[in-house]
């Protein structure tokens, strides 16, 4: 792979035979690539910048006045550079987590459902710009589902059907210039869920790894196969080199639990370049009750409320949301959550 293919999506997605052959050149991309992109709309352009413009206004407020928004009920919120750990080694991303924003009032708040709770926005203008963003690329993965199982040889709504009410959340990153003695940013690991869209900005530093006919790849979401760390310094890392106008979009952990290993969670892992750079990783999900069954039969489900709280839990063991979590035994509230099948 030198350069990355880039798609355009159709304004809707019904199952055509234009549909069902740009679907099979989707998946047909990430097993031999890893990764695609996707051209944005002018629209789409704008509202990244957007977000973008307002994620540089917040990350340049002072630590203190950025580490007040946390949250003891969600992972909403904001982690300082060096707070979080991937294989024991501290990443020097600075990120502000939105995870579905649940008000106070719900019935899932009061009824302590891990993770759930209302987002701690940094203001309202940093709301609506990521607000906006997310509806855009919320629809791209709607559609992309879509496509990617009709190129599966499935019917068009077998992946969308596990979206409705979809967890969906967003990592806004900015990572600092590199320094005499750190070049890292995020170490070797793979995202958790159904897809993984994002936008970067002119500066660079995220490797993929493409998939390796006859490599071994973890099951991240068995606690013994953890990918964290894997391959970390070891090739083929392939540069994704940064370009306007598109999203780059690639398979995280469920999608791979899906289909049997026919489409990897992509590894993947991000370099401090000489300047700072500003990015956002949004992750398209299963919703919270989501039960999810491998195409192929076989495996035990995995229970993506759980998969979800086990990942962060482990991401984040001194969080206050993770202490709370433990302090008032809400794991075990994860065993009554479930969508009706
Ligand atoms: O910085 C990037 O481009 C990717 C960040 C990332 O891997 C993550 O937030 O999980
Ligand atoms: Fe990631």
Redesign the pocket.
């Known amino acids: 792979m030198t350069v990355l293919r880039t798609f355009e999506l159709p304004d809707s997605v019904s199952g055509t035979t234009a549909d069902r052959d740009l679907g099979r050149r989707l998946v047909r991309t990430w097993e031999t690539d890893g990764i695609f992109q996707v051209a944005a709309t002018a629209e789409q352009e704008k509202i990244t910048e957007e977000a973008l413009t307002e994620s540089r206004r917040f990350f340049a407020r002072s630590l203190p006045e950025k580490a007040r928004f946390v949250s003891d009920l969600t992972y909403s919120g904001y982690i300082a550079s060096g707070e979080e750990v991937t294989a024991g080694e501290a990443d020097f991303?600075e990120?502000f987590t939105v995870c579905p924003d649940i008000p106070l009032t719900d019935k899932r708040v009061a009824d302590a459902w891990p993770c759930h709770g209302p987002v701690p926005w940094p203001g309202e203008d940093y709301r609506a710009a990521m607000e906006n963003y997310l509806r855009e690329v919320g629809g791209i993965g709607e559609k992309l589902l879509k496509l990617v199982a009709l190129g599966l040889e499935l019917e068009p709504g077998r992946l969308t059907r596990l979206t409705r009410d979809g967890w969906h959340h967003m990592?806004v990153?900015r990572?600092p210039a590199r320094s005499a003695t750190t070049e890292r940013?995020?170490g070797a690991?793979t995202?958790y869920g159904l897809l993984v869209i994002?936008a970067?900005d002119d500066v660079g530093?995220?490797f993929v790894r493409p998939p390796v006919p006859g490599e071994p790849r973890n099951r991240n979401w068995l606690p013994e196969e953890s990918t964290a760390g894997m391959y970390q310094d070891e090739g083929p890392w392939h540069f994704v080199e940064p370009e306007p106008g598109v999203f780059t979009v690639f398979p995280g952990d469920i999608l791979q639990f899906l289909t049997g290993g026919r489409l990897l969670s992509t590894p993947?892992k991000?370099r401090l370049a000489t300047r700072e750079r500003y990015?956002m990783?949004y992750f398209h999900e299963p919703s919270f009750g989501a039960v999810v069954r491998p195409l192929t039969g076989g495996d035990e489900p995995i229970h993506y409320g759980t998969h979800f709280t086990n990942m962060f839990t482990r991401c984040y063991p001194d969080r206050v949301t993770t202490r709370r979590i433990h302090r008032e035994g809400r794991l075990a509230v994860l065993d009554r959550i479930r969508d009706p099948e």
């Open positions: 991303s990120i990592r990153l990572f940013g995020i690991h995202d994002a970067q530093g995220l993947h991000v990015t990783a």
